[in-house]
């Protein structure tokens, strides 16, 4: 675990420009790029895969020709290799009724986000609020009405 925590600081440390004497081996930056990074770069390949498979880091700029085509090669490869694999899990999903489906697919697909669910009872909070503060206020007013009535008689 601790050797995972040096390398993960190494590669954010290169990765942000802060350590420029080392670059990361490819196969280390590859690894942390599938497990870091958001699923669109992955189906998607672009900016962030080119910098991890050429070896810049997020701040280097430099265009560099014929390794573009090698990065455009790469890129094709992940983006259908990638795609393919998502449909025959979503097929095997649907086959399975997703049984065959990871968590985080069977929650993206099929939760309500809790935000919502907060949202919406604090909404219905208030206005339950208001409503009882508007009960309390005619309470009020007929207790003193009584009171004044009862006052009045005596």
């Given at each position: 675990?601790?050797?995972e925590?040096?390398?993960?600081?190494?590669f954010f440390?290169w990765?942000?420009?802060?350590?420029t004497?080392?670059?990361?081996p490819?196969?280390q930056?590859?690894s942390?790029f599938?497990?870091?990074s958001?699923?669109?770069?992955?189906?998607?390949?672009?900016?962030?895969?080119?910098?991890?498979?050429?070896?810049?880091?997020?701040f280097?700029?430099?265009?560099?020709?014929?390794?573009?085509?090698?990065?455009?090669v790469?890129?094709?490869?992940?983006?259908?290799?990638?795609?393919?694999l998502?449909?025959?899990?979503l097929?095997s999903?649907w086959?399975?009724?997703?049984?065959?489906w990871?968590?985080e697919?069977?929650?993206?697909l099929f939760y309500?986000k809790?935000?919502?669910k907060?949202?919406?009872?604090?909404?219905e909070?208030?206005?339950e609020?208001n409503?009882l503060?508007?009960e309390?206020?005619?309470?009020?007013?007929?207790?003193?009405?009584?009171l004044?009535i009862?006052?009045?008689k005596v």
């Amino acid at each position: 675990c601790l050797r995972e925590l040096k390398a993960e600081k190494r590669f954010f440390n290169w990765w942000y420009g802060k350590d420029t004497k080392d670059t990361i081996p490819l196969k280390q930056r590859l690894s942390f790029f599938f497990s870091r990074s958001v699923w669109k770069d992955i189906l998607l390949p672009g900016i962030v895969f080119e910098k991890i498979l050429l070896g810049r880091n997020k701040f280097n700029r430099k265009q560099q020709g014929a390794k573009k085509i090698f990065f455009f090669v790469c890129s094709l490869f992940l983006f259908v290799v990638s795609n393919f694999l998502l449909l025959i899990l979503l097929l095997s999903g649907w086959m399975s009724f997703g049984l065959l489906w990871p968590r985080e697919l069977k929650v993206h697909l099929f939760y309500v986000k809790e935000i919502d669910k907060k949202k919406d009872n604090l909404s219905e909070i208030r206005d339950e609020t208001n409503k009882l503060s508007e009960e309390i206020r005619q309470l009020k007013h007929s207790l003193e009405l009584k009171l004044e009535i009862g006052q009045d008689k005596v």
